[in-house]
Each structure stands twice: as structure tokens, then as C-alpha cells.
């Protein structure tokens, strides 16, 4: 079959690989439809995450038809139209039993390698490293599927791909970083970030019951869309400074509650403190730019809630933890348990209070997989979210 490989640093190529397998009782094989590129996934293009191997095959985002089911396999039948949630989970450990299917804890083989660096292993993910489990990702014409009794959702032909691939990971990422804000009606919600996360994280806290909802980013066309996803207010942070603008919007209150969808790569107009990360990084003194998380802590309320979804891999300096701890802020975060949220979001979809395929901007073959990963790191053509057709 034809994959997206990970070559190395910046470095994507298409080619032949052998065809997956079932390898468990509880596996499936799905033949992919529709796959796409995530943000998080240019953390692996620019190589912040480590434990990559040059021939990685990437993706988390997809769905397909099932082609072969392993003989645990109840819930599924070969025909079957499914989407995949990204974080693969057993859903009998502890952890899943509780909902948290993102920290799953035995669906990563590697776990040992994951434990050195963050104390405790999070779930195995498709296409994110072997510290991650090393799993093949669905950038590809075919994907083996893990506990595939736990994960996919069966969906429904009248629906298109486009309205239902973003349930594998963005619309309930940005979901859930709306969820942990546990809004009332006559909040303000504050998103870092207008992405499709961000995108998703502003449509999810109108359907919550945010009254204003308040966009950051740099780029006038995400903007745009964060305004079509539900955004009352847009700041375009490299015209205004954010802390001050958001204390003018909320009578020098500041938000209830704050979403970081930016993650480890953030960009900061101040060329000192944007150059001093920079540095970090690069003598890997640190693995983050941190920009959009300081700034969600010091705009926050007292008493707010900071959540965060924007993907973050090690360490950062000048985290303003006195800010954190003296004003009694809480801090909610994770990767998304995708499989918590897939029912619910899907019946939103179906009962058309969201229609997800807003955040499409690019269709291209997955041969153009190199191309499409320079051009969304890039921004280049206005570029939101790219879906990849085998």
C-alpha cells in the first residue's frame, strides 16, 4: 500500500509499504476514505518529539471502511463505515473505566520509554512516535486498528467524510477544552489559538453556553473562521496586546475561563522573549515556546479555569506558577478521550447544530502528502485544515 512516511526532520515522502495485519484477536483492518493532517502533527514535521524513526508511518486523523475483522471483534462487521479515535485504549483499565481513555494502561507497548520522560505513560496514539507505542498511523490506504472493540464508531452513508473525520481527534479536542471550563450561562471564554482546535474549542463553548467568546491568533483568515465557528470577539495579537485587550472587554475582570489550543510550537510578537525560547529549544534546554500559556494564565480571572489541549512534550521555563497558585486558578488538561465524547458529538452532527466540514480548506490526494505538510506548516494559501483522499 501507499504511506506518509517520516523521513526525518521536515522531510515527508510517500511510498510502498506492506500491508497491514491483523496481529489480535481484537484488531481490525480499515481501508481509509479520508485522513488528514493535525497540527500536532507538524510537532513531528519539525521534529520536536522525540523517538521518531525515519520511516514512521504518520496520521491520527481518519476513517474508513472495514475490510478484516479479528475474531474478538463483536462490534464490527467487514463493510462497516467507521471513524477511528486517535488514542488507542483497551477499555477495561482502570483508566478507561473512569472515561480517561487518553491515559490508557495497556495500550502502549513502549510505556518504560514514556514513563522516563513524564512519570506515568499516557495511551498508545496512531502515528506519534514509539514513546508513544510506535504504531502505524493513517496517512495510508490501510491501518491496522488496536481494541478495535473499544474505538471506532460505526457512522452512518448519508453523511459525508467531511463532516464526520474531524470526530477522530480536532472537534473533540477542542470540545473537551470547552468541557473543562464547566461554563455558565454569561461566561466569557477566552481560545489561544484559531486553528481548527481553536476553531472547534470556540464553536463548542457557544453550544456550552458561553455569552462571548474571545479568538487569539495572528492570522486574519483563521480569524475569520473562529468568527464563523461562533467567536463574538477577535484579537489579532500582533496589533493589540492581548492582557490589555481582554481586560477592556471584560471590565478589568478578566475571562472566567481560558483554552490554550496552541500547544509546545507558539509564535510571541516580542522578539526577546520569542528569541530566548527560540535559543532554549535549540541548546535543548527546554522543548516548548510557551507564549499562549503564560499569557491564558496572567489573563484569566481570579478564581478562572485554564484548560488546556494544545499539545505540549517535556519542559518549559518561566511558567508564572505564582501567578497560578496565588490567584486560585485551576488548570485542566489532557489529550482528548475521544472515545468519551464520539457518540455525543456525533448525534450534534446529525442533528445539525454543527456541521465540522467548515474547517476544510484543502482535498488533496495523499501523494501530495510532502507538499500538503509544507504548505499547512507554512499557512501558505490560507490553509485550515488539510484532508488527504488514498
Not at 500491508?19 to 493535525?38: E, G
Not at 484569566?300 to 511558567?319: A, E, P, R
Amino acid at each position: 500500500m501507499r504511506a506518509t512516511q517520516w523521513m526525518g526532520k521536515k522531510h515527508i515522502e510517500v511510498n510502498e509499504v506492506p500491508d497491514p495485519q491483523i496481529l489480535n484477536d481484537r484488531d481490525a483492518i480499515v481501508k481509509v476514505t479520508s485522513t488528514a493532517i493535525c497540527g500536532s502533527d507538524l510537532h513531528l514535521y519539525d521534529g520536536f518529539i522525540p523517538t521518531m524513526r525515519s520511516g514512521d508511518i504518520l496520521g491520527h486523523e481518519f476513517m474508513g471502511e472495514v475490510v478484516e475483522v479479528g475474531r474478538g471483534v463483536g462490534n464490527l462487521r467487514v463493510g462497516d463505515r467507521v471513524v477511528v479515535p486517535f488514542p488507542i485504549a483497551c477499555g477495561s483499565c482502570n483508566s478507561c473505566r473512569q472515561g480517561l481513555f487518553s491515559v490508557c494502561e495497556n495500550s502502549n507497548p513502549n510505556a518504560r520509554i514514556a514513563e522516563k520522560v513524564m512519570g506515568h505513560s499516557p495511551c498508545g496514539i496512531f502515528g506519534y512516535s514509539h514513546m508513544m507505542g510506535g504504531y502505524p498511523g493513517g496517512q495510508a490506504e490501510y491501518a491496522r486498528v488496536p481494541f478495535a472493540d473499544v474505538g471506532p464508531l460505526v457512522v452512518d452513508d448519508d453523511l459525508t467524510d467531511e463532516q464526520l473525520l474531524f470526530l477522530t481527534d480536532v472537534f473533540p479536542t477542542g470540545y473537551m477544552g470547552a468541557d473543562n471550563c464547566d461554563i455558565s450561562p454569561g461566561d466569557v471564554v477566552a481560545v489561544w489559538g484559531a486553528g481548527a482546535v481553536g476553531q472547534f474549542a470556540v464553536a463548542s463553548a457557544k453550544l456550552l453556553g458561553a455569552e462571548r467568546v474571545v479568538a487569539i491568533d495572528r492570522f486574519d483568515y483563521r480569524l475569520d473562521k473562529a468568527r464563523e465557528a461562533g467567536a463574538t470577539d477577535v484579537l489579532n495579537y500582533e496589533d493589540v496586546d492581548v492582557l490589555d485587550a481582554l481586560q477592556e472587554l471584560t471590565a478589568g475582570r478578566g475571562p472566567d475561563a481560558a483554552i490554550d489550543c496552541v500547544g509546545m510550537e507558539a509564535h510571541h510578537p516580542s522578539t526577546a522573549i520569542h528569541a530566548y525560547d527560540r535559543a532554549k529549544q535549540a541548546a535543548m534546554l527546554e522543548t516548548e515556546r510557551p507564549h499562549a500559556l503564560r499569557e491564558a494564565i496572567l489573563a484569566v480571572k481570579n478564581g478562572g479555569t485554564v484548560s488546556i489541549v494544545g499539545v505540549y512534550g517535556g519542559l518549559m521555563d518561566k511558567f508564572p506558577i505564582g501567578s497560578l497558585m496565588n490567584r486560585s486558578l485551576t488548570v485542566k488538561t489532557g489529550q482528548a478521550h475521544v472515545q468519551r465524547y464520539l457518540k455525543p458529538l456525533y448525534e450534534r452532527i446529525r442533528n445539525g447544530e454543527i456541521d465540522p466540514s467548515f474547517v476544510v480548506s484543502h482535498t488533496l490526494p495523499l501523494e501530495q502528502a510532502p507538499q500538503a505538510y509544507r504548505m499547512f506548516r507554512d499557512k501558505e494559501d490560507r490553509s485550515n485544515k488539510v484532508v488527504l483522499k488514498p
